[in-house]
């Protein structure tokens, strides 16, 4: 199971953008596929974007054309670049794996703050 440790999260005026970091505790390869995740106040949290070992990538249908999730294999880093923000953005993001058998507790997140 995977450790994570989420940064990168602040505030932004509508149209900018943050680079989410994700640093993985054990070799990202080894991972069937990592996310990230987004809990807004009062909601639930979804998983909007994902990336496979095979460079496989899926994004929700609310984030698609201005998000990129990203790795570097090195550093086990998973990204996650965030263009256009919006303030429906507003959540703490989350990182982990995708796959049951793979995920492990969910970390302290980072929040991101869109003002319009």
């Known amino acids: 199971q995977v450790q994570v440790v989420e940064s990168g999260g602040g505030l932004v005026q509508a149209g900018g953008s943050l680079r989410l970091s994700c640093t993985v505790s054990?070799?990202?390869?080894?991972?069937?596929?990592m996310g990230w995740y987004r809990q807004a106040l009062g909601k639930q949290r979804e998983l909007v974007a994902t990336?496979?070992?095979?460079?496989?990538?899926g994004y929700a249908d609310s984030v698609k054309g201005r998000f990129t999730i990203s790795r570097d294999n090195a550093k086990n880093i998973v990204y996650l670049q965030m263009n256009n923000l919006k303030p429906e953005d507003t959540a703490v993001y989350y990182c982990n794996a995708v796959a049951l058998q793979d995920r492990g507790d969910w970390g302290q997140g980072t929040q991101v703050t869109v003002s319009s």
């Open positions: 054990r070799s990202i390869f080894s991972v069937t596929a």
């Open positions: 990336l496979a070992s095979n460079s496989r990538r």
